[in-house]
């Protein structure tokens, strides 16, 4: 490849019971002693390794979280088990009464919503959902047995409709700067 445009971004999300019973509000709130968390592990699952870890780090709470231990399916704390795969689990947990909240991606609450999962998401600000980093590339090979069709399926991703398909999953837009292709640097 030598080009890519970035065609939409993805946020993090807490995901609650429905009603938000326990009146979850902030990243912080994932330490208080009442709430029981669900999160995805930090050997494996990238939505932890390359960003829900940063946000807990900046807020100080990763320490209380995960007590030192990077695991996969594992009891942290009285009050924090890591997933091995958190956007199956999640939900479970909190329909099932074991977590009150987790860090997920936004696409994952209203997957689980589609689902009939009585849960919701709480939206983060964007210090803290990441919308801006998370980003999804793409481009075409240069030697693609098919390059006309990848270059028509290039220029579809930058069309309303597509744009409109994604952010009806939950995705966020990407800008049309980012909608255009750039050289690989």
């Known amino acids: 490849m030598r ?4 065609y939409m971004h993805n946020e993090l999300q807490m995901m609650v019971a429905k009603g938000n019973p326990k009146a979850i509000a902030t990243i912080d709130d994932l330490v208080r002693s009442d709430v029981r968390t669900s999160l995805p592990n930090p050997v494996n699952e990238g939505i932890m390794q390359f960003y829900a870890r ?25 009050h924090n088990w890591f997933t091995a795969v958190h956007h199956r689990e999640t939900p479970e947990r909190i329909r099932e009464g074991k977590s009150d909240a987790g860090i997920v991606w936004k696409t994952e609450v209203m997957q689980a919503l ?12 964007a210090a803290d959902s990441l919308r ?3 980003s999804y590339a793409t481009g075409a090979l240069q030697n693609a047995r098919h ?32 909608l255009a292709l750039k050289p690989i640097d």
Do not use: M
């Open 54 to 78: 940063k946000v807990l780090e900046r807020h100080g709470i990763w320490p209380q979280l995960a007590n030192g231990r990077e695991c996969v399916s594992c009891q942290t704390t009285e």
């Open 132 to 134: 801006d980093q998370v």
């Open 114 to 125: 589609r689902q009939g999962i009585p849960v919701e998401g709480v939206e983060l600000p």
């Open 147 to 178: 390059r006309a069709s990848a270059d028509d399926y290039l220029a579809f991703l930058a069309t309303q409709v597509a744009q409109d398909a994604y952010a009806g999953f939950g995705f966020v837009r990407a800008r049309p700067e980012e």
């Open 3 to 6: 080009d890519y445009k970035i």
